[in-house]
């Protein structure tokens, strides 16, 4: 009985996190046009994708252990890619310079 009781408790949570989902995705869409925003949110709502690429790249470049900030290569890698964006402004140019420094800092490293 505990068994089929724990399955229906695990249905029960996963729609509920489908349905929530759902809701927090699609309500922008399905009612955006009838909520004004104010002028502050629509400035703030700007930098949201900054921040979550921000979010995803850093913790991937200098990840933390219990010490603190582990420095390797990829930081090396990171780092050396953002002045060829600044001076090319090419993703791919980018993307190419930081790999190639990536690579060969490991292959330098062993």
Known sequence: MSAQL??????????AMALNTFITRCGYLLFGDHIPLSPSVRRA???????ALAA????EMAPW???GPQLDLRLL???SAIP???ISR??????VVGM????????LVG
């Open 6 to 15: 724990d399955f229906w408790y695990a249905v029960l949570v996963i729609a």
């Open 84 to 86: 060829v964006f600044l």
């Open 45 to 51: 709502l700007k930098y949201a994708p900054v921040a």
């Open 100 to 107: 190639m420094v990536l690579w060969g800092t490991r292959w």
């Open 77 to 79: 890698a990171g780092l």
């Open 56 to 59: 995803i790249v850093v913790p």
């Open 90 to 95: 090419s993703i791919t140019l980018t993307m």
């Open 65 to 67: 252990t219990v010490d």
